[in-house]
């Protein structure tokens, strides 16, 4: 009895929409053999280490998480909520990492030996370009929907 209602119970942990807390993810990469660090505290400061010279850091805000990864030389912005993968120069790293602070973003350095995969493999021995920066998932459609309303209303203004 005593199970069935703890299995009841919120937890702080997760919840129905797939969120995880921080103290899950960081048990999951343990197994990995990888460690979270916040990035602005006070012990990955004063290591000094200029962040292209990481593999990954993994950001929160409101209980949305995503990546920021490098394969091969290359940095990607994993955001779900983007049409793809963006593309971001190493300049542009420590902007971006500074612009998510601003934000509210929680970010955290993952460190230790990332295991492989085949995207890795792949961009280690080419670089990539990026022609397109990909949009925000529903910002085309609302693109396309406001135009589409200008233009009825410039039609219709056309017949008065």
């Known amino acids: 009895m005593d199970s069935i209602f703890h299995e009841k119970q919120p937890s702080g942990?997760?919840?129905?929409?797939g969120f995880f807390?921080?103290?899950v993810i960081s048990n999951a990469l343990r197994v990995w053999g990888l460690e979270l660090i916040l990035f602005n505290s006070r012990e990955y400061q004063s290591l000094m280490i200029n962040p292209i010279n990481e593999n990954a850091f993994i950001c929160n805000y409101k209980e949305h998480w995503f990546t920021i990864r490098k394969l091969g030389q290359q940095w990607f912005n994993l955001n779900s909520l983007l049409t793809g993968p963006e593309l971001i120069s190493d300049t542009y790293l420590a902007l971006f990492l500074?612009?998510?602070?601003?934000?509210?973003?929680?970010?955290?350095?993952?460190?230790?030996?990332?295991?492989e995969c085949e995207a890795e493999q792949i961009l280690?021995?080419?670089?990539?370009?990026?022609?397109?920066?990909?949009?925000?998932?529903?910002?085309?459609?609302?693109?396309t929907s406001a135009g589409y309303v200008l233009y009825v209303q410039t039609i219709q203004r056309g017949r008065g």
């Open 13 to 17: 942990n997760m919840d129905d929409s």
């Open 21 to 23: 807390s921080i103290q």
């Open 124 to 143: 280690g021995i080419m670089r990539v370009q990026q022609q397109q920066r990909p949009r925000l998932i529903g910002e085309e459609e609302a693109q």
């Open 98 to 115: 500074a612009q998510l602070q601003q934000e509210g973003y929680s970010i955290f350095v993952i460190r230790g030996n990332l295991p």
